[in-house]
Structures are given as C-alpha cells and as structure tokens.
C-alpha cells in the first residue's frame, strides 16, 4: 500500500509489518551546515537524524559506515487507535551530487526478521538519476 507522508510516501506491507519512506534533501539546503565540503558520515547521521526526529520515541542508534554512506538503525513506537507498539529499523543515508538520500525501512516486532531483506532490495536505489 502507498500513503502520503509529509511530502514523501510511504510503502508498506499488505499486512502492516514493514514499511518504508524515501526522503532528499538538497544539499544546497543544507550546504549552511558544511559549506562545499562532501559530507562526512557523522554529518550525514545529523541529518537524518534530524529528518527523522519527531517520530515517536525515536531514538536512533550509532552509524556505521556503508560504501557511500551510512547505515543507522533506530527504535521507536507506533500508536494507532490508542495503543502504542515498538517499532524498530535502519535508515539508508547516501551522499548524492546534489542531494543526501535517506530510506527509513520501519518494522513491527512481526516484521523485525524482514529488514535485513528489505535492506539489501533498497540500498542500491539510492543513486544519482
């Protein structure tokens, strides 16, 4: 299934499990942080860090470095209906020419075991066009 999500979309599973959003940012937006300077990894875990914040419970753990970028896994929680339930994922962050990239691959406990997947099927997408 495929929602509007603040600008972007999101995909998801048929049954709720795993989810994913593609987010870019300009890096003429953000060149205020680092000038003309590539971005270095933990500038580009600031990033998306920051796009990603006002998720609930958002707590992102440490980066580790990926052939052109970042991975950063994360926890948080999901509240629908008035019951809240953890989620967990990695975001995806890739330097572009004129952009920065960022996947966030979200799962529930149920689809935890499918993000590691997810990862290897996205990760190559985040390319210059």
């Not at 972007?8 to 795993?18: A, T």
């Not at 999901?78 to 967990?88: C, D, G, W």
């Amino acid at each position: 299934m495929v929602s509007p999500l603040a600008g972007s979309v999101l995909i998801e599973s048929p049954d709720g499990s795993l989810a994913y959003t593609v987010l870019v940012r300009s890096q003429s937006q953000l060149a205020l942080q680092n000038g003309a300077q590539p971005f270095i990894n933990d500038a580009l875990a600031k990033i998306a860090q920051t796009a990603f914040q006002q998720g609930e419970g958002f707590q992102p753990a440490q980066w580790q470095a990926i052939p052109g970028g970042i991975k950063m896994d994360w926890t948080g929680s999901l509240t629908i209906a008035s019951k809240s339930q953890p989620v967990s994922g990695t975001i995806l962050v890739r330097q572009l020419p004129t952009d920065v990239g960022m996947i966030l691959i979200a799962a529930t406990q149920t689809g935890a075991e499918q993000v590691p997947s997810a990862i290897s099927a996205l990760v190559d997408s985040l390319q210059p066009s």
